[in-house]
């Protein structure tokens, strides 16, 4: 009844740029965070960045002062700015949300993932 859809991954030579949405619909009544998480092959799934629903950000050291995740409320959208991409920043990332239902439950929803490529 929920689903997350990541847009805006792509080829980004390094030192380049890419701006990630996603957009969460469904039965939602509440959006508690919002946040992005990245997977290499072999390797578990890493946080990159999160935000409550009041805006306090959390991100992940490697990303500092490189990436910028900010929400739209009001659309139930997270967006990720990455800046200076770095081929280490190659990964499949995913959008996560934890939400209220309209019958009470906290979900922890997951977008299908979008991949970045950072080569040149």
């Known amino acids: 009844q929920v689903q997350l859809v990541e847009s805006g991954g792509g080829l980004v030579q390094p030192g380049g740029s890419l701006r990630l949405s996603c957009a969460a619909s469904?039965?939602?009544?509440?959006?508690?965070?919002m946040g992005w998480y990245r997977q290499t092959p072999g390797k578990q799934r890493e946080l990159v960045a999160t935000?409550?629903?009041?805006?306090?950000?959390n991100y992940a050291d490697s990303v500092k002062g490189r990436f910028t995740i900010s929400r739209d409320n009001a659309k139930n959208t997270v967006y990720l700015q990455m800046n200076s991409l770095k081929p280490e920043d190659t990964a499949v990332y995913y959008c996560?949300?934890?939400?209220?239902?309209?019958?009470?439950?906290?979900?922890?929803?997951w977008g299908q993932g979008t991949l970045v490529t950072v080569s040149s």
């Open positions: 996560n949300a934890d939400l209220t239902d309209p019958w009470s439950n906290i979900l922890d929803a």
């Open positions: 469904g039965s939602i009544i509440s959006i508690i965070s």
């Open positions: 935000i409550t629903n009041r805006g306090t950000t």
